[in-house]
């Protein structure tokens, strides 16, 4: 007998991935506005009524357990990143015989990177494949889908599911937890769907807040190369933590005020959601007394007074400001996992880049946008240590680990440290992978960007070392070792056990 109502949970899956014909009218409303093609995102909505009207017919409108959620959520991830890769194959092919391609020598040709592309932007990852970033090349129509499927994934797509279909209320807290980066969700209304309302309310606000920013620095001729597109492109893909720009060189091709504007968006972006309501709610204690947001602080002020003093140790007298700036800027872009780059820090002595690996394996704070093992797992990871050595001195004490005020159970501390090392294992034997298949391909890589890559990849960060850095792409990796890399973001935006889960035999046994 199976364990799993499959049915159920491919008719969920069915429901979400109808949702997704909606905001590709976004794109679709802006190629008619740029006189660009629509083809590639009626294409989009056409692929997506029919997969998810087909799954409704097979499934089945039940009521949903741990396991069908689980199912719903990982399988829904691959389905999305699936459908919003149509778009980029369209224009690069057309449909032979009627409609020729828009940018037949787009890189997003190839399957493999145009799913690569579709799953960096739903997961939020930022990493590439273009060879050339130009909304002159590839459009602003499709340029800003590419923003989108960030700006969607980074409160998650379930989520939205939740908060405005009332079918997925019963169950909803259970695929909230199953996606929310982090341990677990905060409910901060009685019922589920409205707190998941209320988390997509403070993220619309917050983008629009930024957006709206961004168009006044153009406005006033702070930045003139900040217009309205690069406003909502920036928009759309800070608050996600997601690094997607228009611009080829990301942030470095703004000017000093933009990135003045941005950094606390993105430090904001980094910030655990219930503590943005509580501060609403002018409960500003809760954030003070936050064990997580301390740890989170002084992970980010760390980060960057270390990589000042890196930067302004070699620089000229007069350029001290620009260093504390740029130090700033990338330790929050890396903390976070935004993984926007003001600078080419591969330039940067081997310390600073060395320091910018460690800060990929902190991440945001749980339940913010950001990605990575999460400031609250480290803080209680730190804590077991200093009890644990406590005990080695004191072995007839009784020291529990305690968080803002309360006690941790233990069994939540194991879980925390088995993620942690599943997500290590997990991580390194990505980088094992892609090192064994550059190797076979003759591409030259050295031992900072492969742990780079896998590291990257699985903490949707987005850029790594090297050729792979935050100026480069990963067009040149070879095809298994891009796949490799879709598999890691793939399980690093949903926290790697519900899809190790999938793997199990005891989930498929009644």
């Known amino acids: 007998m199976s364990g799993i109502d499959i ?3 491919v008719g969920l899956t069915g429901r979400v991935t109808l949702l997704l014909a909606v905001p590709l009218l976004l794109p679709l409303a802006a ?48 389905a999305v990143a699936a459908i919003g890769a149509v778009p980029y194959l369209i224009a690069a092919h057309g449909v032979p015989g009627l409609v020729a391609p828009q940018t037949p020598t787009s890189t997003l040709g190839s399957p493999v990177n145009a799913l690569f592309e579709s799953m960096s932007g739903f997961t939020t990852t930022g990493a590439t494949v273009l060879g050339v970033i130009d909304p002159a090349v590839h459009g602003r129509a499709m340029l800003l889908w590419r923003q989108l499927t960030q700006w969607l994934g980074g409160m998650g797509i379930v989520v ?3 908060a405005i279909l009332p079918r997925l209320s019963v169950g909803g807290a259970q695929l909230m937890e199953t996606e929310a980066p982090g341990p677990g969700i905060e409910k901060l209304k009685p019922h589920i769907a409205a707190t ?46 997601g690094g997607f720009s228009p611009a080829a060189r990301s942030i470095e091709a703004f000017a000093m005020v933009t990135q003045l504007v941005i950094i606390p968006f993105m430090f904001i972006a980094g910030t655990n959601f219930a503590l943005l309501w509580h501060l609403l709610q002018r409960d500003g204690t809760a954030v003070l007394a936050d064990g997580e ?58 310390a600073g880049q060395l320091l910018l690996l460690v800060a990929m394996f902190i991440g945001g704070s749980t339940g913010s946008t950001g990605g990575g093992i999460k400031l609250l797992r480290w803080v209680l990871i730190i804590k077991a240590i200093r009890r644990d050595l406590f005990a080695v001195v ?46 076979a391909a003759g591409l030259e890589t050295t031992g900072l960007e492969l742990i780079g ?58």
């Open 7 to 9: 049915r159920a949970a």
């Open 31 to 78: 190629a008619l506005y740029y006189g660009e093609p629509v083809l590639p995102f009626l294409a989009a909505i056409a692929v997506a009524v029919a997969i998810g009207g087909g799954l409704l017919a097979v499934g089945r409108d039940r009521d949903i357990g741990t396991r069908e959620g689980l199912f719903m959520v990982t399988v829904t991830w691959l």
């Open 160 to 162: 939205l599911a939740v």
């Open 196 to 241: 998941a309302r209320t988390l997509w309310t403070i993220y619309i606000a917050l983008t629009a807040l930024e957006v709206a920013l961004l168009v006044l620095v153009g406005e006033l001729g702070l930045d003139p190369a900040m217009t309205p597109y690069n406003a909502l492109a920036h928009g759309l893909t800070t608050m996600p933590t």
């Open 293 to 350: 947001f301390r740890g989170y602080v002084t992970a980010v002020v760390g980060v960057a007074g270390v990589l000042t003093v890196i930067l302004a140790l070699g620089s000229a007298p007069g350029a001290v400001g620009a260093a504390v700036v740029d130090a700033t800027f990338q330790a929050v872009a890396i903390v976070t996992t935004t993984g926007y780059a003001s600078v080419d820090y591969t330039a940067w002595p081997m």
């Open 394 to 439: 004191h072995p007839r004490a009784v020291r529990p680990v305690r968080l803002n005020g309360h006690t941790v159970d233990e069994d939540a501390l194991q879980s925390v440290q088995m993620l942690t090392l599943v997500y290590l294992l997990v991580l390194t034997s990505g980088a094992v992978l892609i090192a064994l298949d550059t190797a």
């Open 453 to 510: 890559i896998a590291t990257t990849a699985i903490g949707n960060v987005g850029p790594a070392f090297g050729q792979f850095g935050p100026m480069g792409s990963f067009l040149a990796l070879p095809t298994v070792s891009k796949l490799v890399m879709i598999g890691l973001m793939w399980v690093g935006r949903l926290e790697v056990i519900p899809v190790l889960v999938l793997l199990t035999r005891a989930f498929w046994r009644g």
